[in-house]
């Protein structure tokens, strides 16, 4: 699935917010996104963001079911590291004593498995709600690899994958747009 059907839309249905866009990441930005994670991009990720550079304030504009902004990869580095900081510095349960040991068991599970609090290197942002919820793809191993994941601010990650891939999020993406998505909504 591509964006291009999406940005399509957004052009001549909400150009103020079509005008809000970074421009899309560039190979070189990919790589080092790729070196910084430690692991590839899945390709549907890696294509989106060629092709969508998310959102250069996000204010919070419900653009991907259910009230998600878009993140672009430099934001989703940053946001990824921020996670990483403070979700291992503070919600870590105090029961578990080595975090090094109790990460790396959850970094062997395979994607798409309930992991709680931490933030794993290997999640990679793509959406933020108002209410500081993300959307991740998980990219440990297993079939669900790619698999997009919520990460609440409370419950961590402990739910089923939103979406068994960004491809199938941005076809929710276009669904939601052609569907239930209000122009009249603040953009």
């Known amino acids: 699935m591509s964006w291009s059907r999406a940005d399509t839309w957004l052009r001549r249905n909400a150009p103020k917010l079509r005008a809000k866009f970074l421009p899309p990441a560039t190979a070189t930005e990919l790589a080092a996104a790729e070196e910084k994670i430690g692991a590839p991009l899945p390709a549907d990720l890696a294509a989106w963001w060629t092709e969508c550079g ?9 653009l991907i079911p259910e009230f998600y902004s878009p993140l672009g990869v430099a934001q989703a580095l ?65 079939l669900l690899r790619g698999c997009v ?28 747009l052609e569907g239930d998505f209000r122009t009249e909504w603040p953009l």
Do not use: C, N
């Open 78 to 142: 940053e946001v990824r590291e921020m996670m990483m900081e403070i979700r291992r510095d503070f919600a870590v349960v105090p029961e578990i004593v080595d975090v090094d040991a109790h990460e790396a068991r959850k970094l062997a599970e395979p994607a798409a498995s309930p992991i709680g609090d931490l933030w794993l290197p290997l999640f990679v942002p793509v959406a933020v709600d108002a209410s500081g919820t993300y959307l991740f793809a998980d990219l440990r191993q297993g």
């Open 54 to 62: 998310g959102l250069a304030s996000v204010d919070y504009t419900p």
């Open 149 to 176: 994941m919520q990460f609440d601010e409370v419950e961590g990650a402990d739910e089923e994958p939103r979406w068994e891939s960004v491809d199938a999020m941005l076809r929710a993406v276009v669904e939601w």
